[in-house]
């Protein structure tokens, strides 16, 4: 039985070592266009990061690692390409000034690994001559990944002076890809939040949004098909274990874990709960306790604001909302960070699309009333559990 690749966000690791990989490289290929530029926004803990290293491998040519995935046999192993992974989780964040001294530090490590020297002083100049410079000392177009592009930003939501600060100083760098196309191949974009792009990509302004885009839809999380399937030998171990039928299982699993949407059609689970249950072998609330956003604990502590938990229908009109810094929106927050989901959507030709909003399962209807509202606002115990009730 493969082992469970549960905290192994490396692409390479997963595959060498013969974890558990769900395959999602048929979507990589389907996204692939030369000169495409991409955004994705999905909750924590719900596998951007793999599929950026995964994109990473892929790019850089590494065929083996792909035998036997969707696209082994239909890329072109003939072609590779320079990769710069931007992971601004591991980029320190707490000032304007902090943040660019980190970012110049990352730059140049990435420059020593091609072994470059960079004269630029200032942060925008020293990104466009690091990008010349691979482009002109490979002969090769690069593509540029960056994971949590948004960390600076929402880790200082509380401080909306530094956050403000912070997004100023990445719409500055994140632009220098515009002013650097002709060295560019291709572009993706990972976060939590969604900023319009006049406060954040004002100079990348033809990036591609496809958060909601259903044929990507279930590009990070795992389909029904896929716990079935991948992890069929696990549930087999819990039934044994647990004297349960595999259909009592599946409703249970199901109940807990899934509902979570993005074009309200398409079902999916995260993955960190589904690898924490067959590890841990039993129930829990897993993806909350790996740490709930600060800045939405700030938020329903601050305002006490939480009525669209409590309506029975909740929608948006439109394109997924943008996050904004100076009128935070309690929807918007619950949505991207994945509190609330898309049930379904509404289509009607001239008309703007109407998704209506709930929340996605048991674990989190669980953890947003016992934890977050119970530390956080005045409802007492005996309503929560009422409140509970009608979810």
């Keep these: 039985m493969m082992d469970l690749p549960l905290d192994i966000g490396v692409f390479a690791t997963i595959i060498e070592n013969n974890y558990i990989y769900v395959d999602k490289t048929k979507f990589i290929y389907e996204l692939y266009r030369p000169g495409g530029k991409y955004f994705l926004s999905r909750p924590r803990r719900f596998g951007k990061s793999l599929l950026i290293r995964t994109m990473k491998e892929l790019f850089k040519g590494n065929k083996s690692l792909f035998e036997g995935l969707y696209i082994y046999d239909k890329w072109d192993w003939t072609k590779n390409f320079p990769v710069i992974e931007l992971d601004l989780g591991n980029v320190s964040k707490n000032s304007p000034d902090i943040l660019e001294s980190s970012l110049n530090s990352y730059l140049l490590r990435i420059a020593r690994n091609y072994e470059i020297e960079l004269i630029s002083d200032d942060l925008t100049g020293r990104f466009t001559e690091l990008l010349e410079e691979i482009y002109k000392s490979t002969e090769k177009t690069l593509v540029v990944l960056v994971d949590e592009y948004d960390k ?63 044929r990507f839809s279930e590009i990070c999380g795992y389909t029904q098909e896929d716990l079935e399937t991948c992890f069929s030998k696990h549930l087999d171990d819990f039934i044994k274990v647990n004297d349960i039928s595999r ?38 609330n897993f993806w909350f306790e790996t740490g709930t956003p600060t800045f939405l604990m700030d938020f329903v502590r601050n305002n006490r604001n939480i009525g669209v938990l409590f309506e029975a229908n909740p929608t948006i009109r439109g394109k997924f909302p943008n ?26 030709i001239g008309e703007l699309n109407i998704y209506e909003l709930a929340i996605p399962n048991r674990e989190v209807t669980e953890s947003l009333f016992t934890s977050i509202i119970k530390q956080y606002s005045d409802v007492d115990d005996k309503n929560i559990l009422l409140y509970m009730i009608r979810f």
């Design 152 to 214: 600076p930003i929402i880790d200082n939501i509380s401080d909306y002076d530094v956050a403000e600060a912070n997004r100023k100083v990445l719409n500055n760098f994140y632009g220098v890809l515009k002013s650097s196309e002709e060295f560019i191949e291709f572009i993706f974009f990972t976060g939590v939040t969604k900023f319009s792009k006049t406060s954040i990509f004002s100079g990348l302004n033809n990036i591609t949004d496809i958060t909601m885009d259903s």
């Design 247 to 284: 259909d009592n299982l599946l409703d249970l699993v199901r109940e807990w874990y899934n509902g979570y949407s993005w074009d309200g059609k398409n079902q999916l689970y995260n993955p960190y709960s589904i690898l924490s249950l067959f590890n841990s072998g039993e129930f829990d």
């Design 323 to 348: 996050f904004d810094l100076k009128n935070l929106d309690f929807t918007t927050l619950l949505l991207q960070t994945g509190y609330l989901t898309i049930k379904s959507k509404k289509s009607a």
